[in-house]
């Protein structure tokens, strides 16, 4: 019988937050603030392939598979790192990862390029469980949503100033990737620095093994949580339709439309994230109101808008709807990030969360392997606006799986 409990979702929390929240969101302020400097000047790493080194259309697919296909060691990370200190993986990942973009002011090779690159996208599998399982021992349950939005208000606002100076750069000399890069680099490797120097002032109590070994299996983790797999079935369907347009954006906005550095930054790196800045907050209230699923449903509806303005830019070869296509994109994340982040723990009871987290990001891996190539061939054979226009409508298919959802679990979830 589906849970048809009535229980009202819950109240918002009186008075400030606990002390542990508080300590814990001083590092996370910094944490973030530094990502957000780093993440201002990387994230342009596929157009840099693209214009400055000339990969071809393949290579950019296969750039934009690889930002979440390295997803696929979160769950075998987030399992070694079950009822573990957090601190060393985090930094090491930084150290090694992070660092190794120290490399790419040595190349002027597209696919060692795009290699360096990868070495990001593996130290967010190992960074994101760790920081999930942070998140979840150290902040009060009625505050997670609240202090993940202050934290992306107060520094988001510095990622487009970030992608503004990158943008101008790299217009007046593409070879100023051989700085640009590195230097994201270093900040990545702060932003790790913050998180792992973070103590951990409860744990989860360790689950007693079962039959079959004491760390759980992908499998055993979802068969056992029936209401997390169905979240993670729907969550399947909301990427492919956001990892269908990885590569196709890269071709509007450099063949189609002809954008500058400039213009991509703007529309990439700097409207989208003045709008999770704005939106985060709020966005953190519904979380922390409405938890997982509702707030999954709310936020999948809002992106399908993305898409469906591309198409029309599409259409009417218009740069200013595609910063408007990217304006509802970061409306809409200010919410999935949300539930990205801390979606997961709410179905992992009274244990570490970072399996379950694990769970989520393998599973994430595993679409980005197949679903930006599904949006190149569709590229190909249907034309871009197609490919604009399925992914709209699997954003709405996801939004109402998500809502549908809601019917047979609890409300705190």
Aim: proline content about 8%; some cysteine; charged content about 15%.
């Amino acid at each position: 019988m589906p849970d048809v409990s009535v229980t009202p979702p819950p109240a918002p929390p009186a008075g400030g937050p606990p002390r542990v929240t508080r300590y814990t969101y001083r590092f996370h302020l910094w944490g973030n603030a530094f990502e957000a400097l780093s993440m201002g000047l990387f994230q342009l790493n596929d157009v840099v392939a693209r214009k400055a080194l000339g990969a071809s259309e393949i290579e950019i697919t296969f750039l934009t598979m690889a930002g979440a296909g390295f997803f696929v060691f979160a769950f075998p990370f987030g399992s070694l790192m079950e009822n573990q200190p957090k601190g060393p993986f985090i930094f090491w990942a930084g150290l090694l990862c992070r660092g190794a973009l120290l490399f790419t002011g040595l190349t002027s090779h597209s696919m060692v390029f795009i290699l360096l690159c990868c070495a990001v996208f593996l130290s967010e599998a190992i960074f994101i469980p760790a920081q999930t399982s942070i998140f979840k021992s150290n902040y009060d349950p009625d505050w997670r949503g609240r202090m993940l939005g202050r934290a992306m208000l107060w520094t988001r606002w510095l990622l487009p100033p970030a992608a503004i100076a990158g943008g101008l750069l790299l217009d007046r000399n593409p070879e100023l990737y051989r700085v640009l890069f590195p230097l994201a680099g270093v900040f990545g490797f702060l932003a790790f620095v913050q998180y792992a120097r973070i103590r951990v002032r409860t744990r989860p109590k360790p689950v007693p093994a079962k039959v079959g070994g004491s760390r759980p299996g992908f499998r055993r983790v979802l068969r056992e949580n029936p209401g997390f797999d169905r979240f993670e079935r729907n969550f399947y369907v909301y990427g492919v339709a956001f990892m269908m347009l990885t590569p196709v954006n890269v071709f509007l906005m450099v063949d189609h439309l002809r954008m500058s550095y400039g213009e991509i930054s703007a529309a990439k790196l700097v409207v989208p994230n003045l709008m999770i800045a704005l939106f985060s907050p709020l966005a953190g209230k519904i979380f922390d109101r409405f938890r997982a699923i509702r707030a999954s449903g709310a936020a999948f509806l809002m992106i399908a808008l993305y898409p469906l303005t591309l198409f029309f830019a599409v259409e009417f070869q218009s740069v200013m709807l595609t910063l408007l296509g990217f304006g509802f994109f970061g409306a809409a994340m200010a919410g999935v990030h949300q539930v990205w982040t801390l979606g997961p723990m709410h179905f992992s009871g009274g244990r570490d969360p970072a399996p379950f987290q694990g769970v989520h990001m393998t599973a994430g891996g595993i679409r980005s392997l197949f679903a930006p190539w599904i949006g190149h061939a569709t590229y190909l054979l249907l034309g871009i606006g197609a490919v604009y226009l399925i992914s709209t409508g699997l954003f709405f298919l996801a939004s109402y799986m998500m809502f549908r959802l809601t019917r047979s679990v609890s409300p705190r979830t």
